[in-house]
């Protein structure tokens, strides 16, 4: 199983772009990068996913470069409801146990 | 659609008894994972079911169990209950056809263990 590397925390300002990194140096041919949103007590939310490239939807870009060995969550301009902890985990195909980390705790200030 | 359920949404109990948590999955969905949260350890894996059928297993004792139903809804059964099974336990449902899938979580049951 595909291990996740991400910053436990990061800080921002309201209006501000904000890219999270996280590594997976052993991902498979196979394996898909998901990111989830988490806020307190509630279960995570799907954020966005990708195989390689970047991939784009309305809240947020993912870019993976060719080695795959690491992926960038971009939020644009975040506001303060994006105050949450962000979860980067590889999917593996081969038995499904999805493993979350620790997540990154990102904080928007005013 | 309606969303992933849990119930209860807070659970309290003591030491050495058992507890069973019920998930209901959003219609359709045919696969039903758990998933146990604590500050310390963050998110973990516990099981996963499709069609009845326990399809992965996490690293935990033997005395967490589950069950799914023939209409996808699920249960999780903890027996003996010890002071660090207090948590947020997650239940995420998918359609269950391929692996990258996109999962759907509930707002969990926090349990509570004195």
């Known amino acids: 199983l595909a291990k996740t590397t991400q910053p436990i925390s990061m800080d921002s300002y309201e209006g501000q772009e904000v890219n999270i990194t996280c590594s997976h140096n052993?991902?498979?041919?196979?394996?898909?990068i998901t990111w989830y949103q988490q806020f307190p007590s509630q279960g995570p939310r799907f954020i966005i996913q990708g195989y390689k490239t970047k991939v784009t939807n309305e809240v947020a870009s993912l870019f993976i470069p060719a080695d795959r060995k690491s992926s960038t969550l971009s939020l644009p301009r975040v506001s303060l409801s994006d105050t949450a902890v962000y979860y980067c985990l590889v999917d593996s195909g081969s038995a499904r146990q999805l493993t979350f980390g620790s997540g990154t705790q990102l904080t928007v200030l005013p | 659609k309606a969303g992933v359920t849990q119930t209860p949404r807070y659970l309290i109990k003591t030491r050495g008894q058992q507890v069973t948590l019920s998930c209901s999955p959003i219609?359709?969905?045919?696969?039903v994972s758990w998933y146990q949260q604590t500050p310390g350890q963050g998110l973990q894996f516990l099981f996963e079911y499709f069609s009845e059928t326990q399809r992965n297993k996490g690293n935990f004792p033997g005395r967490f169990s589950g069950r799914q139903f023939s209409n996808s809804r699920s249960e999780m059964n903890v027996s003996t209950l010890e002071l660090g099974d207090s948590a947020l336990y997650l239940c995420?449902?998918?359609?269950?056809?391929?692996?990258?899938?996109?999962?759907?979580f509930g707002s969990g049951t926090q349990l509570s263990v004195l």
């Open positions: 219609s359709g969905h045919r696969s």
């Open positions: 995420a449902s998918s359609a269950g056809q391929s692996y990258n899938e996109k999962l759907f």
């Open positions: 052993n991902i498979a041919t196979n394996d898909y």
